[in-house]
């Protein structure tokens, strides 16, 4: 009775091949063509079928390991020879001759063909590139069914088993916070009443799921100094009555947002249709704004923002603002936007993370402006500085481009820009 090794057969010229998986384990039983390690190469993955049958002692492999043909996968405990052992067995050095040849063309096959073949071992298969992406996002590609021929598995079926995950998640947290408030209402702590969420609360609550899901948020935080375009706001005067304009910052942000859309054309479009890898740019500039309103936020649109100056846009700010307050705003108002811009500034705070509206792929959070003492040549000086959060869709737009743009708006509302926004 002795030990019986399996090692790795003919690969053809691959060597110091990556093991990326070990499917067996010691004190295992295994048949013959059971899989026992799958290798990867820099163009394709394969598994290494077991050649004979028997209780595993030993493994001599792991995950990592860069293998060659005749390296030893594991040790097979020492027992009978099964019959079909002893068919196998060559008597004499002829039959081995004759043999032997045909056997490993066998193993070579079985080998090649589990490069294109889907196994039924539960093992799925992939490219190296996929199996990585898999590896990275740490998910087991054992447990995605892939939608190409034979199975075979595509990052996009890993993006969809992932989402799919999310959603189960989701759907999962609602039902135990939906238990959570029911037990609750029916507590002994004291008296509540329930009440219905406001229609638009209700309504906002499915895109705002929606985006979170299914959009990948990154947020940049800024400051931009606008010392120079507030006291030009506040200089601003009616020239026939002599009487001074009221015209909100938001007016002054909506033109310096429309000058970098126009820079950065990613900022204004859509990628809605992302499946066909396609995405929609945008001719136009239709601004949002979120409407806090006694029924919940709203988000109506200032259109052709472009062609109208800040005197203009201020009086489109309050009237679809007092629309949005009293229900009367027309619903095709609060679709077909370039880009969303939510502020704080009459309330209160600084950096926030804004969720992006969907399909748009960019927001601009405003927090409320403050003064700060700023090093300018070679003296504190006291300066309106205006914190900025620009939450962007990372599937189209990086972090650098986020950063110029970001640049550039600050650029906008600083002095240089401030004069240019005529009344």
Partial sequence: ???????????????????????????????????????????????????????????????????SEGDLILLLTGN???????????????????????????????????FNEKNNSGISLASPKTRKFARELGVDINQISGSERQGRVLESDIKNFISSKINKISNKRETQVKKITSEFSHSDFGKIEVKDLPRVKKLASTYLVNSWATIPHVTNHDEADITEMEEFRSSLT??????????????????????????????????????????????????????????????????????????????????????????????????????????????????FTPIINYPEVAILGVGKSYKKQLFINGKFVPRTILPLSLSYDHRIIDGAEAAKFNNDLKDNLGSNFAYRLAI
Avoid: W
């Fill in 238 to 351: 009616d020239i026939h009555t002599g009487e001074k304009k009221k015209i909100t910052p938001l007016a002054f942000i909506i033109k310096a947002l429309v000058a970098s859309l126009k820079k950065f054309p990613s900022f204004n479009s859509s990628i809605d249709d992302i499946e066909n890898g396609k995405m929609t740019v945008k001719k136009y500039y239709h601004i949002g704004i979120a409407v806090d309103t006694p029924h919940g936020l709203m988000v109506p649109k200032i259109r052709n923002a472009d062609n109208k100056n800040i005197s203009l846009i201020g009086k489109d700010l309050k009237e679809v603002s007092e629309l949005c307050r009293n229900l009367k705003i027309n619903k095709k108002e609060l679709f077909g936007g370039s880009m969303t811009i939510t502020s704080l500034g009459g309330i209160g705070g600084s950096f």
């Fill in 80 to 114: 009978e020879e099964s019959k079909e052992d002893i068919k196998q067995k060559p008597k004499t050095q002829k039959e081995e001759l004759e043999i032997k040849p045909v056997e490993q063309k066998k193993i070579e096959e079985k080998v090649n063909n589990h």
């Fill in 1 to 67: 009775m002795t030990d019986r090794e399996i090692k790795v057969p003919n690969i053809g010229d691959f060597k110091d091949v990556e093991v990326i998986e070990v499917l067996i384990s010691a004190g295992q039983s295994i048949s013959k063509n059971d899989p026992l390690i799958t290798i990867e190469s820099d163009k394709s993955s394969v598994e290494i079928p077991s050649t004979f049958e028997g209780k595993i002692k030993s493994v001599n492999i792991k995950i990592g390991d860069k293998v």
